[in-house]
């Protein structure tokens, strides 16, 4: 979608959390293929890389001292721990991105999601759940991973589903067509909002008079 209608409002932040197996990464990166004017908010981390990962694409990769010095000077408006590594997003870049109009797409945990809602309470949340506990199971359990890990996730998976009662909109991933195509659905009807739209409506009516 283009930038330079006149009137165009200040860019959209689209919020998705999953839990782990969920197929969230699958759907987001169909979505950004849809929209490639969407950016996708890239978020901070004191993970190692993994194999394909690219700095500053698929996250900005800092040591924990470098991670913690951040923290201090208050530049997250969110962080958390997850298993031993901090994430966090950073609030300068979100604002330069949507004050100049262009839309957002995160991809975070629950309990960041609440923190950035209280920050941006005009975003979009959405929640993406599988077809059922039994084929998250089963996914986790593709993935190669130990036993303790797989119990470890499934537990966290668990926890995080709870979560998703206080989302916008929710998505069952049952096959992945059908849950893009809802994602997609959905940006496009929260872009026609007429409250999002008020800016251009107004530049529409000042040139019809």
Not at 59 to 77: M, N, P, Q, S
Not at 91 to 106: I, N, R, S, V, Y
Request: proline letters at 6%; hydrophobic letters at 35%; one cysteine or more.
């Amino acid at each position: 979608m283009s930038n330079d209608q006149p009137g165009r409002p200040q860019g959209l932040l689209l919020t998705v959390s999953a839990p782990s197996g969920a197929g969230k990464t699958t759907i987001c990166r169909e979505f950004l293929r849809l929209f490639p004017d969407v950016r996708f908010s890239v978020s901070c981390t004191t993970r190692p890389p993994r194999p394909g990962e690219v700095d500053g694409k698929d996250y900005v990769f800092l040591t924990k001292e470098a991670f913690r010095e951040r923290i201090d000077r208050g530049e997250f408006v969110e962080w958390v721990e997850n298993y031993g590594e901090l994430y966090g997003t950073s609030k300068k870049t979100m604002d330069a991105f949507l004050e100049q109009g262009t839309d957002l797409l995160l991809d975070i945990e629950p309990r960041g999601a609440r923190a950035i809602r209280e920050h941006y309470p005009r975003g979009v949340f959405v929640f993406i759940l599988p077809p059922s506990l039994a084929e998250l199971k089963a996914r986790l359990s593709r993935r190669g991973e130990s036993p303790v890990a797989m119990e470890r996730r499934l537990r966290t998976s668990q926890d995080e589903i709870g979560e998703a009662l206080w989302y916008d909109y929710v998505i069952f991933n049952e096959t992945l067509k059908v849950a893009v195509d809802q994602f997609r659905s959905i940006y496009v009807a929260e872009r026609c909002r007429r409250d999002r739209l008020e800016k251009r409506i107004s530049a529409f009516l000042d040139r019809a008079g």
